[in-house]
């Protein structure tokens, strides 16, 4: 497995995979796990959104309904189409998540201390760099364990 990781790596582009092993470095992470993340969470999209309501909404994307929620997964192509859906769920007070690392809306208010906004989490580089000190938050609570990067 660390060998496909390593694999996606490379093929990533090496400007990205630098930002991933930067980032990683910088916070102490092991940067394949910054990748398989962003692999996982986003498939590698920067506009990927995630959004999740407790009641139906108008966004095209595919839902799964779970345990009385609706569960949104917006692959969108552009930054602006990322944004309508951030629009929709910010206005129907859903939770929500954006771009590689998915990074959820309960972040935003310690991402803006340090000199982070909402629209530069679609910059896939600051968003892997936010990515990484949020887990390494998660791990400096909980260890290094699967609780840390759930």
């Known amino acids: 497995?660390?060998?496909?990781?390593?694999?996606g790596l490379l093929f990533f582009s090496l400007a990205s995979a630098n930002c991933f092993v930067e980032?990683?470095?910088?916070?102490?992470?092991?940067p394949y796990v910054l990748y398989a993340i962003a692999k996982t969470e986003s498939?590698?999209?920067p506009y990927a959104v995630e959004v999740i309501s407790k009641r139906p909404l108008p966004l095209?994307?595919?839902?799964?309904?779970?345990?009385?929620?609706?569960y949104y997964s917006c692959n969108n192509s552009s930054y602006e189409e990322a944004l309508k859906v951030i629009e929709i769920a910010k206005r129907h007070k859903a939770n929500f998540s954006v771009g590689l690392m998915q990074i959820n809306k309960a972040w935003l208010k310690e991402i803006y201390k340090y000199g982070y906004s909402l629209e530069s989490?679609?910059?896939?580089?600051?968003n892997v760099i936010i990515g990484a000190w949020i887990l390494?938050?998660?791990i400096s609570e909980y260890g290094n364990s699967w609780k840390a990067i759930d």
């Open 121 to 126: 989490l679609f910059d896939w580089c600051n």
């Open 23 to 30: 980032a990683a470095k910088y916070y102490k992470v092991n």
């Open 43 to 45: 498939n590698l999209n």
């Open 1 to 7: 497995m660390g060998r496909g990781i390593l694999i």
């Open 136 to 138: 390494s938050q998660c």
């Open 60 to 70: 095209s994307c595919p839902y799964k309904k779970k345990n009385g929620k609706y």
